[in-house]
């Protein structure tokens, strides 16, 4: 087990860089966690720092562990630093699946949103949700 419990990572989504300063930085990670702002990795596949994964409409963004209200289209968006088998999951089913370093999916729908990213057929990164809020259509 220790070779798998140093290749499993939590990585955090913060909006701007951590603070140099000691106190700052230490309630940052802390509102993150608080927030789930964070994604899971297996180091042994790569390196997951650069992960991206948001939701955008309307000049509005959220990121990982936020919530949009949602009218109308709105665009879900990953990226990855290197290339992998993205899986987008809504409310726990499979909703799309797509290769490469970016994936892009556009949604009416609310529900909670989460992405997983694949090395052929071993897991890589795991995001928490971003949750869209709204009407069903």
Same mark, same amino acid.
């Given at each position: 087990?220790?070779?798998?419990?140093? *290749? @499993?990572?939590?990585? @955090?989504?913060?909006?701007? !860089?951590?603070?140099?300063?000691?106190?700052?930085?230490?309630? /940052?990670?802390?509102?993150?966690?608080?927030?789930? &702002?964070?994604? $899971? &990795?297996?180091?042994?596949?790569?390196?997951?720092? $650069?992960?991206?994964?948001?939701? +955008?409409?309307?000049?509005?963004?959220?990121?990982?562990? /936020?919530?949009?209200?949602? /009218?109308? @289209?709105?665009?879900?968006?990953?990226? *990855? !630093?290197?290339?992998?088998?993205?899986?987008?999951?809504?409310?726990?089913?499979?909703?799309?699946? *797509?290769? $490469?370093?970016?994936?892009?999916?556009?949604?009416?729908? !609310? $529900? @909670?949103?989460?992405? +997983?990213?694949?090395?052929?057929?071993?897991?890589?990164?795991? &995001?928490?949700?971003?949750?869209?809020?709204?009407?069903?259509?």
């Amino acid at each position: 087990y220790e070779v798998k419990f140093k *290749a @499993l990572r939590t990585n @955090l989504m913060l909006r701007k !860089p951590l603070s140099q300063k000691f106190e700052l930085a230490k309630d /940052e990670l802390l509102e993150s966690l608080r927030n789930c &702002s964070v994604y $899971g &990795s297996n180091f042994r596949w790569g390196d997951a720092r $650069g992960f991206e994964f948001k939701a +955008e409409q309307k000049g509005n963004e959220a990121i990982i562990g /936020e919530e949009m209200e949602i /009218e109308g @289209l709105v665009n879900l968006s990953a990226k *990855a !630093p290197k290339p992998g088998r993205f899986r987008l999951i809504c409310d726990g089913h499979l909703v799309k699946e *797509a290769e $490469g370093n970016d994936f892009i999916y556009q949604t009416r729908q !609310p $529900g @909670l949103y989460r992405i +997983e990213v694949m090395k052929g057929n071993k897991g890589w990164i795991y &995001s928490n949700h971003i949750r869209l809020t709204g009407k069903r259509e």
